[in-house]
């Protein structure tokens, strides 16, 4: 009798490890909202602002994974593909190409990164992409005060 009952006690724990193992951690609900560039290689924070330069993770009627940047004058076409452990994969998708007087360097420097971000960090009302190299951007909400 005692070997029945630990072979059921054993079966059922492993039913339930199996089952706890194969769940995906589900990005938090909290990262899908715009998000105001704040720091980011040696721009300025007031140079961000002044371009209202943000990158807009919102849910809307886009294709999935789909998304928009901005970080000068002109609005960027993204793909951001979320997985467990905290980790990101951006892909550009298209972008207007207009001239920005003394802001292409920051747009070009946010296109050439953007891709190499592959983790990310949520804390409370920040966001922060991070890449193999240590390199970061660093996000506030957008709706925050």
């Known amino acids: 009798m005692k070997f029945i009952i630990q072979f059921f006690v054993s079966v059922f724990s ?14 938090d609900e909290g990262l899908y909202r715009q998000w105001m560039l704040v720091q980011f290689q040696d721009f300025k924070k ?9 990158l807009d993770l919102s849910r809307t009627k886009s294709p ?5 940047a ?3 004058c002109n609005d960027l076409a993204i793909k951001a593909e979320f997985h467990p452990g905290n980790k990101v994969k951006f892909t550009p998708l298209i972008g207007s190409e207009m ?3 003394n802001k292409m360097e920051m747009e070009k420097a946010f296109t050439t990164a953007l891709p190499t971000m592959t983790a990310y960090k949520l804390e ?3 966001l922060t ?3 193999s190299k240590g390199e970061i951007m660093k996000f506030v909400a957008a709706d925050w005060d």
Request: charged share 20%.
């Open 129 to 131: 992409l991070k890449n």
């Open 70 to 72: 901005k970080i000068s």
């Open 64 to 68: 999935k994974d789909h998304y928009r």
């Open 46 to 54: 007031e140079d961000f602002i002044k371009n209202q330069s943000y």
């Open 124 to 126: 409370g009302q920040t």
């Open 99 to 101: 001239f920005c007087e």
């Open 14 to 27: 492993m039913l339930m490890l199996s089952c706890c193992a194969g769940q995906q951690q589900i990005p």
